[in-house]
């Protein structure tokens, strides 16, 4: 028997020329396949849109979450859905932000702008859990705000408040979490003024080695993935999280270390 | 019949062991192919010339303009002739610069240092025109203030403020007009109490790679950019440009965008 | 008859997971052949002990010097040892460092955090000396500040101060001498926080790569140092740099430029 079909994501298209992409799968939009597929599709619908020139993804919460991550029950699963989105899609892509840990933070790197609200954070935490960063999402955080930079970050499993995300240019704004959308919808206009053509090209052009470096190492990393999962170390480790995760304030398995916030000197 | 012959480059030798070299093709020192196997020709002669250990490029306009980018009615023809530029020469090298934008942004970026007047911007703003900013061009910029910003600025067409750009490090210095040629003067100097050896080498170490990679690339992006310009509508875009360029203030066909500003929100 | 045994290092193990490993070659801790083994039979010691999780780098010295860097009389002999400190350890690893040129910036760049005294100083100042940076010292910089900042300092020889130095990110902390320990405890502790299988495997992530090209160069790069030190121009340059240590204030052939801060605009 196949689960009930289902849709957490709202798509509103503007006349201005782009949609507006709401994440709303309670409590804390936790990324699995499921959520990856309907990802994917949306992307595939808006992309052969010709009416739509861009795209706002946002947390459809009433919670200042835009997304607590990968699912911690199906880590890795999604991969491939993943690799949908480091193509550098024709569309300019803009996501607004509240807390942003792991896949959250990785889906928001591969936009072209990204706006945070006051009291979100952002980061790749894995560390923290006693797994690691992915390697291409190490690598994508890298090409944002520098190897160095992120090297530091990720072993200390880093989620940074918003000025410090800003100074290090992981994300290029802040707004008021009211004000959110307003200031992504003026980003966007600024956008897309200029003629589709260049800029998509452009894209391409700073992008596609890397997307392509990505989809190569799809199968070296769902291996290694799957190694580093079942070894027992990770298994027990992922299990504490877990089982603090269903038993704390935090239930339904929230995933990617949603709430955790390492402490580190940066 | 040939066109009649003509230089549009000046160059003087410094006792103190470097060549300044004036780019003086009014109006706005566009670069066309014949511009730029000009300069490959001085270049080749600087460096065959044991008495000269650097180079400065100037303006010898007397507007603030260092060259207003290639020409647009032979965007991209001068392709092998720029490469000659990106293999890094054995000579310590220094553009200063009044306004900047696409070709004259990539000269001044395959230089060691770069000082601009206090009312230049410099860029690579072609996406404005609805043009992508060639491959190469992206990457070196990327190598010299980071991927990230560099993605923020080609995509939004963005030409910098000379302080915006010095806080990126995509120049060193500022300098008034008339005090430009001291302080490169300057900074030249210093670079050649160094003994040359030691330099070039690292120079090349820095750079060889990517210099070879960006000659590999020469024949596609040579196809590419043919398949680009002569695509319906970036002929229709780039006729526009033209069409607004001769018959308003900047008459001549300056290229790359010369005076268009992209609005941004960087 | 083979040289006494002698040791320059004292390994002191402590009960928080680390170990502080000091290194104690009067005057200025050059690196010659002998020292790198020393380091990297150290390394193999400690990384192979369950109880070791972190390693401290230190000096033993009075004054207030990390390394002076490679013994000018060997330059590139270590070069496979060094190469040994490429691949990341699965320790977390911390430098703390007075002055700290050449070879002894080079193996903090290997290192996960760096703190460095208020009167030290650090940076890659071959170029001063008429030699050139090693390739991949000067792509590891590039990695750590990113290549446009690595470029101009090593383009100029420039020793940074130690604010300047962690404005650009080479180093994480400055503290007082006397205080520089406890620093680095404080850091190290806060790394151990974290469990290990992630952060080891993230680093990893991160690095591998760049250490796998390291190797395969080892052999172009002996070979292009070799034919460099050999060059007549080189050999009077650096035949010049030991007459006037051995003349001058540093007698015993301290290397790697140790004191000479080259003048340079940065």
Known sequence: MADAPRNDLRITRNAGGWALLEIARAPVNSMDLQLWRQLTAALDELEADP?????????????????????????????????????????????????????????S??????????????????????????????????RIIGTGPADKLLQNA???????????????????????????????????KMPDGGRQATKLNLRADFAQEWAEFAGPEAEGAWQMLSSPAVVEALGEVLQRLSGGRKPGGSGGGGGQQAQSRL
């Open 51 to 107: 009416q739509v020139r861009g795209m706002i993804f946002a947390s459809g919460l009433r919670r200042d979450v835009f997304t607590a991550g990968n699912d911690i029950k199906e880590l890795f699963a999604p991969l491939t859905s993943q690799q949908r989105y480091t193509q550098p899609p024709p569309l300019a892509t803009l996501p607004v932000a509240g807390a942003c840990p792991a896949g959250g933070c990785c889906l």
């Open 109 to 142: 790197m591969c936009c072209d702008y990204r706006i945070m609200t006051e009291s979100g954070h952002i980061g790749l935490n894995e560390v923290a859990l006693g797994i690691s960063v992915p390697k291409m999402w190490a690598g994508l955080m890298g």
């Open 158 to 192: 880093v989620l940074l408040q918003p000025q410090d995300a800003k100074d290090l240019g992981l994300i290029d704004d802040i707004a008021p979490k009211e004000g959110l959308l307003a200031a992504a919808e003026e980003v966007m206009r600024e956008m897309l």
